[in-house]
């Protein structure tokens, strides 16, 4: 791997990720308020999801950087993520 | 520096003057190599700070009723001896001491990527150290919990368990650090045409562990900082009385400290995988299954924490799911050993001090592996849960791995830092009386484990007599084997020994270089054309 | 081929690269630090439903989106800074890296006003009120300070990373040329953003 060359984001394009970003927390401020059930957490969660994907791809370059960094990431989340469903096999089924 | 040229001598790293000399020289270096040996030098004394509690503690055991301390202080020695042989000697281990000093070495590096973060790392270690040592003196007197810090004793007990907490935070912060500098390392400085599948297996064991480092340590230090909080602050959060889930501690807890076994061993590992070709004059036995096998104790070994929980309560389902997780990694532990013993096979031995310490390393790591899965499954752990045979299944592993391959390492590639060898007859006999003495120590435990002699106790029934004698005659036998080995390597390093460049005619890059490595390690960079281990 | 000398030169040459795997290797630290946390909190909440609820009532949404809508701002200008800067674009680094740090004081402006509110009602760590607060109760507002100071903790950490490098784009040693401390900041400071991402459903928008 070497020295990679950059690639230079246009201001327009953070701008508009701004935006969406804030499009999506109007959007989960908004779900929260209507009732639906045990959908509320998972909306919420999904949303914010959302919303770190989009940081992390565009704030964070992994869209435009060496895809070593992406795979990276990723494992490091669905390690986090197997923690917490291996975690839940206790207090789901206690 | 011309006159160096002249005499074609090159400053090897011992020696060298830069902008300070002396031992502020040492203490203000970057060098790789000799922050491997501070490292060293600091672990061999709290290692050997450890034994004598041990020593004590088992002294206390030899008979029935109190010998020489009661149960406080027994309480006391032993979660020092835990956090001493644990955090202070075992999980920097290996990594710290050999992976600074080889690991830039044997993939044809200059040093680490970031030596100022890695003397920064060793610093860490050291106040990390202090910490620890300082609760044992202040405020309410030494940590009686153990080394796991369980909740709620360890949120409720007087002592001063704040200042060990932090200072295993600290301790952890070094860890991390390490790790990262070790990955980055092997990303990006490895010499030309050394593509991944060429690195030699210490490294990759090394990558692995590295892994392990950032991933798991930070989840212990949070879970530290919040017993610092909820000690501190009152706030709660593993407190039963106020709706916390001492459990959820013990799963936080071992997230880390299951792993953590894996910091430890899969370092000792790697620089067996290193030793045994050298002594067969012969290439490994499937060298890509090595690797696998390392990230996949790395990646398995993430998720087994639970069957340190077995009895705690937790719910049956994620009883047998840890029970089945634990077995798996078993298998890539299995497929290191198989590929020790076929690399054997057929080979030209040269049966030589590192190559016996190898010997001796899987012997006793099968014993701890074997007994392990007694422990691994859920209807014996229930019998000897909590019991001496849990003590001697983690001493096999911990120190019968880890241990014995620190020593093993420090045998083989002894002659490639000191540029001196020491007395293969004394070391061999060392090896022996350290050898029985384990054993004799250790082995008894399993025993008296099933017999159901629980652990952690200054005293004991009546009928545990004989066995817990043997026992610490064992102890007395296995710190005399220490005392052979360490004087032998002592009297080398103040000259005694032969001077040699390379005694075994090892094939990785460490052995092309001159002994003692001079500063910069390689005059160029070599480039790479073969994998690691071509006899 | 290299002369030999006495010092030890190894930590001489740049690597940016290798700053950037450093970077990113340490972020997932502290996702893992932050991560253990979150186990907890879905172990709570899930055993306290209905506390966790009534809990979260004591806190203002308004204050929280407000909050999230500032840091969101503030990724975005550290982003624009780290293109400007590839754009060799001194001034406008400078502007948004200076924007940041105001952005960043003003969340914790905020936060204190937050925390200021809760400590006013006898709430806070320690406190006889929090003391006398239900099971479920106890274990939110436990959480809620922890987590939501260990991140103002992470910001300002943030802060003083930004501002070391602001200071550095003055004096030009972070230019068009070298700018890693710069990107690596920047990556420090979409995590603690990203953190927050989190931390706003979780604590603010319980149903």
């Known amino acids: 791997m070497e020295n990679e060359k950059h690639h230079i984001v246009p201001y327009m394009t953070h701008i508009m990720v701004l935006l969406g970003l804030i499009l999506l927390t109007v959007i989960t401020v908004l779900i929260t308020s209507v009732e639906l059930g045990a959908y509320n957490t998972a909306a919420a969660m999904l949303i914010a999801s959302l919303k770190g994907a989009v940081v992390l791809l565009y704030f964070m370059h992994l869209k435009f950087d060496h895809k070593i960094y992406w795979v990276m990431v990723s494992l490091v989340i669905a390690i986090f993520a197997a923690v917490i469903v291996v975690t839940f096999f206790d207090y789901l089924y206690r | 520096m011309t006159d160096n040229i002249e005499t074609r001598h090159e400053p090897n790293y011992l020696e060298y003057r830069g902008k300070h000399g002396g031992i502020l020289g040492w203490l203000t270096t970057t060098d790789h190599k000799r922050i491997g040996l501070l490292y060293f030098y600091s672990m061999m004394t709290f290692f050997l700070a450890g034994v004598v509690m041990g020593l004590l503690m088992k002294y206390e055991l030899i008979s029935p009723g109190e010998q020489i301390m009661g149960p406080q202080t027994y309480n006391g020695l032993f979660t020092l001896h835990g956090l001493t042989m644990i955090f202070l000697f075992v999980i920097p281990g290996v990594a710290a001491v050999f992976g600074n000093f080889f690991l830039p070495i044997l993939i044809g590096a200059k040093d680490v990527s970031f030596p100022r973060l890695n003397l920064m790392s060793w610093y860490l270690y050291i106040i990390g150290a202090i910490v620890v040592l300082i609760s044992q003196f202040m405020g309410d007197g030494p940590p009686d919990t153990g080394w796991t810090f369980y909740a709620p004793y360890s949120l409720k007990t007087n002592t001063n368990v704040v200042a060990a907490v932090t200072g295993a935070f600290i301790l952890g912060f070094s860890s991390i650090l390490t790790g990262l500098n070790f990955i980055v390392t092997m990303h990006r400085l490895r010499a030309p045409g050394m593509g991944w599948l060429r690195m030699p297996l210490f490294g990759w064991a090394l990558y692995g562990t590295g892994w392990i480092q950032l991933l798991a340590t930070p989840v212990v230090g949070i879970t530290f900082l919040m017993v610092i909080a909820e000690r501190v602050l009152g706030i709660g959060f593993f407190d039963p009385a106020i709706g916390g889930d001492p459990i959820l501690y013990q799963h936080l807890f071992w997230i880390y400290s299951h792993p953590a076994v894996y910091i430890m061993i899969l370092p000792a590992m790697g620089a067996i995988t290193e030793i045994i070709p050298t002594f067969a004059r012969k290439t490994i036995f499937g060298y890509t299954a090595i690797v696998i096998s390392s990230m996949a104790i790395a990646f398995v070994g993430y998720f087994v924490w639970g069957h340190h929980m077995f009895t705690s309560g937790m719910s049956s389902t994620s009883r047998w799911v840890f029970s089945l997780l634990t077995f798996l990694v078993a298998i890539p532990s299995a497929i290191k050993v198989f590929n020790w013993t076929a690399t054997l096979y057929k080979g030209s031995i040269n049966i030589q001090t590192p190559f016996l310490w190898s010997i001796a390393f899987i012997f006793v790591f099968m014993i701890g592996g074997f007994s392990g899965l007694v422990v691994g499954s859920l209807a014996t752990d229930i019998h000897v849960h909590d019991t001496a045979f849990v003590v001697a299944h983690f001493h096999y592993i911990v120190f019968g791995g880890t241990g014995f391959a620190f020593f093993g390492a420090l045998h083989y590639w002894y002659p490639k830092m000191f540029a001196r060898v020491y007395n293969f007859k004394i070391a061999n006999i060392g090896l022996l009386i350290f050898f029985i003495g384990f054993n004799l120590l250790y082995f008894p435990m399993f025993y008296l484990g099933m017999l159901g002699m629980p652990r952690r106790y200054y005293d004991y029934l009546p009928m545990f007599h004989s066995a817990n004698t043997l026992s610490t005659i064992g102890s007395w036998i296995m710190a005399a084997g220490l005392l052979v080995i360490i004087i032998n390597l002592a009297r080398a390093r103040r000259g005694k020994g032969k001077e040699v460049d390379d005694p075994w005619d090892g094939k990785t890059l460490e052995w092309q270089i001159a002994s003692p490595p001079p500063v910069e390690n390689f005059e160029q960079i070599p480039v790479v054309e073969h994998g690691p281990y071509e006899y | ?207």
């Open chain 3, 1 to 207: 081929m290299e002369t030999v000398t006495h010092t030890h030169t190894a930590d001489a040459h740049r690597d940016d690269t290798a700053s950037k795997i450093g970077m990113w290797l340490f972020i997932f630290t502290e996702i893992l630090l932050f991560g253990g946390l979150f186990i907890v909190y879905s172990v709570y909440r899930y055993m306290n439903p209905v506390a966790f609820h009534l809990a979260h009532e004591e806190l203002s949404i308004t204050m929280g989106f407000i909050n999230t809508i500032i840091l969101l701002v503030s990724s975005a200008t550290v982003a624009i800074s780290i293109s400007a800067m590839q754009k060799n674009d001194r001034k406008m680094t400078m502007l948004m890296l200076a924007a940041t740090l105001i952005l960043a004081a003003v969340f914790l402006v905020n936060k204190y006003f937050e925390w200021g509110g809760k400590f006013e009602h006898g709430l806070y760590p320690g406190s006889d009120l929090m003391k006398s607060l239900s099971n479920g109760d106890m274990l939110f507002f436990s959480l809620y300070f922890f987590m939501t100071g260990l991140h103002g903790v992470h910001i300002i950490i943030g802060m003083v990373l930004l501002a070391i490098t602001l200071a550095k784009v003055r004096s030009g040693r972070v230019n068009g040329g070298s700018y890693a401390l710069l990107e690596n900041s920047g990556l420090y400071w979409h995590l603690v953003d990203l953190i927050w991402i989190f931390l706003f459903p979780l604590f603010y928008l319980i149903h």
